[in-house]
């Protein structure tokens, strides 16, 4: 390791989330560009930074800094570059100069001790002199408060946070309960609160700490899926964690209770605890779902008749599940339409949609993701939105403008006399639980998709539950209606989905198995297919050939694949600027996704000539695009999306961006793709089931290859096992159904 001192000539870049910075150091020996995470130091300020020199690609010879200590002003020169730096508000060169002839080296003490005398030199009212104190000691408040927490180990970025929440209050929040910190600010969990805790001192089995840790294996559990946990799973989880006796932690879910955090809740014949919201929330549900389950009494008859006409009216001649499963839909309140790939989902809602239309009633079209809903729009003909943007989602007036909520709700309304969902079964709880807020009754809810995808994302079984319910009209659609068109695609998923084994003998035009047992001839076979067999097959671009894999980790996961396929896909040139960001290398001509719902992005659409034809906010998760440029001087990467949409992304919102060479089965949901690849070598046989398989084969339009062993294909067709998942919406909607309350 290596400490250079110096000072803070120029600032080049900071990202305001987590301070990372890239400035301009000039010490004794020269100048040099540092980087690293240190939000609180200034253009101006003396500094000792230890870390080694590194070699960037593109940037050149660069100081990686580990550590850092602003060093106090030395002389009067440091002094004036500090002052006239632009650091406080108000003092150019010249002032800071006139400030430090005038007080010279006890420049410092006096506008922390004496500010009123700041006055005295000319240029400087008494209100200025004070507003130079305030910005002063503020800084100084910052820089103390940031030492006292890297005592407690916590980096910069998050140091920051805490600052801006608490000030110099922090002393006291650790002080009296440090546990506090994993509720008030996000990115700080239990584990890094416990951290702070045991070095200020705290004993294990305090009431702060217990209660702490349940409410985080509580969330931890929300983030795998869950909206509880069974009493006697989440006391092995507590226990696991707390390492303190059993009755220290039943007398905290007690006290938890009583101060309405959690909810404790009997159902057959289990104990469930939850966090109070959700417990709430599928109450809600159940509530709100009761009000618009009512019935038409319209003669069946009547309703089929016009609805075989509509559906002639657009060249359709249904069949007799889908006449019934547009005929439910027009006489009931809420109505669930399911079935696998080629049954004819979309047709029955286009079939609805021509219905409600003749009958002059409004109606809305909806998914969860971006991709789905564009799915919709091209599949009907109609404008489909996410749910999120027609419940309008925005940020709230929060001091750090990072909760959402919905415009939409119980006052203020949907005005729609129907609304149809489609891939419901990418619904969690608290989307569903929005979307329910947003309806009156009166508007019928229909909602489409298939049951044996995989689980939502978020929390919850939304569809699962409300079909296990028993108490609305369900549709299950199974005739296969593209199976004259001789898809293997279809076929095999409909035989994955029944636990039948399928042909790998590559006797099908569009479904391929290629036996590996190698990693490496795995990718490279990956490479070739992308690059030369498959886009003429399919007549798509390499762009639109998609790798999915079931995993994150491990040597065939996204983390792993994307730098490969990225290095041979799109590989280094002179003519292609680069950004590194975290552990992620982005490069011109990279695929990329975004991985987060932003409503605020803005994008335009322009011409060959650049002049803009459309523009509009609103970017979403899954939607796949291509870097375009990237200007290290403008400090903005141009993405450009497949419908030709183009957003500039600051550097400082890089991290909702990956690469997607390759992505997870589970990213892939809602979308369709060309041509599907997907390596299967070997992982856990809790991922590794039916159910991922069937959802991989399923977003293929063209094609499927997969890529590696023919056992852990049987494998997972054998294997029925789900992740489960810990959901109470059915039981719920039950019992307000048994009480007359439903």
């Known amino acids: 390791m290596i400490t250079l001192h110096g000072f803070i000539e120029r600032i080049i870049f900071r990202n305001d989330e987590n301070g990372y910075t890239v400035l301009n150091l000039v010490t004794d020996a020269g100048e040099c560009t540092c980087v690293g995470f240190f939000r609180y130091a200034d253009e101006g300020e003396n500094v000792a930074l230890t870390g080694d020199y590194t070699e960037h690609a593109v940037y050149g010879q660069q100081f990686q800094v580990q550590s850092y200590e602003i060093t106090p002003p030395e002389d009067k020169v440091s002094m004036i570059r500090y002052l006239g730096s632009g650091a406080i508000k108000g003092i150019g060169v010249a002032l800071a100069s006139r400030i430090v002839a005038y007080f010279g080296e006890e420049t410092f003490r006096v506008i922390e001790e004496d500010p009123e005398r700041l006055s005295e030199v000319k240029g400087i009212s008494a209100q200025k002199a004070r507003e130079i104190a305030v910005q002063f000691m503020d800084k100084q408040d910052m820089r103390k408060v940031m030492v006292f927490l890297q005592n407690y180990g916590i980096s910069g970025s998050l140091a920051m946070k805490i600052y801006d929440r608490y000030g110099t209050g922090i002393n006291a929040v650790i002080k009296n309960n440090p546990y506090q910190l994993a509720d008030d600010i996000h990115g700080i969990g239990f584990k890094i609160a416990d951290d702070i805790a045991q070095k200020a001192g705290f004993r294990t089995d305090s009431e702060f700490r217990i209660r702490s840790g349940i409410l985080y294996v509580l969330q931890t559990a929300i983030g795998e899926g869950h909206c509880y ?8 989880r507590a226990a696991e964690l707390l390492h303190v006796p059993s009755d220290a932690v039943r007398d905290e879910i007690m006290n938890l209770t009583i101060d309405g955090k959690l909810s404790i809740r009997e159902a057959n014949g289990e104990s469930r605890v939850y966090i109070r919201s959700f417990y709430l929330m599928e109450s809600a549900c159940a509530g709100m779902l009761r009000s618009l389950n009512v019935t038409d009494d319209i003669p069946d008859e009547t309703v089929r008749q016009k609805v075989r006409k509509y559906a002639k009216g657009i060249g359709i001649d249904p069949d007799d599940l889908q006449v019934d499963a547009v005929v439910k839909a027009i006489r009931h309140g809420v109505m669930i339409m399911t079935g696998g790939p080629g049954t004819g989902k979309t047709t029955t809602i286009n079939m609805m949609i021509r219905y409600f239309e003749a009958e002059g009633l409004d109606f809305y079209l909806a998914a969860p993701t971006g991709r789905a809903a564009k799915r919709m729009s091209e599949a009907t003909g109609y404008d489909a939105a996410t749910i999120q943007r027609i419940l309008r989602l925005k940020p709230s007036d929060t001091e750090t403008n990072r909760q959402f909520v919905f415009e939409k709700n119980e006052n203020d309304p949907l005005e729609a006399d129907v609304v149809i969902i489609d891939e419901m079964s990418m619904v969690d709880l608290p989307l569903f639980y929005a979307l329910l807020k947003a309806l009156i009754p009166g508007t019928r809810l229909i909602m489409v998709g298939d049951t044996n995808q995989l689980p939502s994302v978020g929390p919850g079984a939304v569809l699962k539950d409300l079909i296990a319910s028993e108490c609305f009209c369900v549709v299950k659609l199974k005739k296969i209606f593209r199976q004259e068109e001789q898809s293997d695609i279809v076929l095999n998923a409909h035989r994955i989905n029944e636990g039948k ?42 762009f639109d050939i998609q790798v999915l894999t079931p995993m994150r980790k491990g040597p065939l996961g996204v983390e792993s694949l994307n730098p490969i396929l990225q290095k041979y896909l799109n590989p280094p040139d002179p003519k292609k600027a680069e950004k590194e960001y975290g552990d992620t290398l982005f490069r011109e001509g990279d695929k990329v996704m975004q991985i987060k719902n932003n409503y605020q992005l803005e994008w335009e659409i322009t011409d060959r000539y650049g002049i803009t034809i459309d523009k509009g906010e609103g970017v979403f998760n899954g939607d796949l695009g291509t870097i375009k440029e990237i200007s290290p001087y403008m400090e903005w990467m141009c993405v450009e999306y497949e419908d030709k949409k183009v957003v500039r992304y600051p550097f400082s919102q890089l991290e909702e961006l990956e690469l997607a060479y390759a992505v997870t089965i589970h990213k892939s949901q809602g979308s369709e793709y060309p041509a599907v690849i997907m390596p299967l070598l070997s992982g856990p046989r ?57």
Not at 229 to 236: G, T
Not at 722 to 742: M, P, V
């Open 686 to 742: 809790m991922l590794f089931n039916r159910n991922l398989l069937y959802t991989g084969v399923t977003r293929a339009r063209r094609c499927v290859v997969i890529l590696g062993s023919r056992e852990v294909v049987a494998q997972m067709i054998d294997n029925a096992n789900e992740q489960k998942r810990y959901a109470g919406l059915a039981d719920c909607i039950r019992e307000q159904n048994d009480t007359g309350e439903f």
């Open 229 to 236: 946990l069974p009493r006697e799973e989440f006391s092995k």
């Open 501 to 542: 084994q399928i042909q790998l003998d590559n006797q099908s035009r569009d479904f391929f198995f290629l036996e590996r047992a190698d990693v490496n001839h795995i990718i490279n076979n990956t490479i070739t297919l992308i690059k030369e067999k498959l886009p003429d097959y399919v007549d798509a671009t390499p």
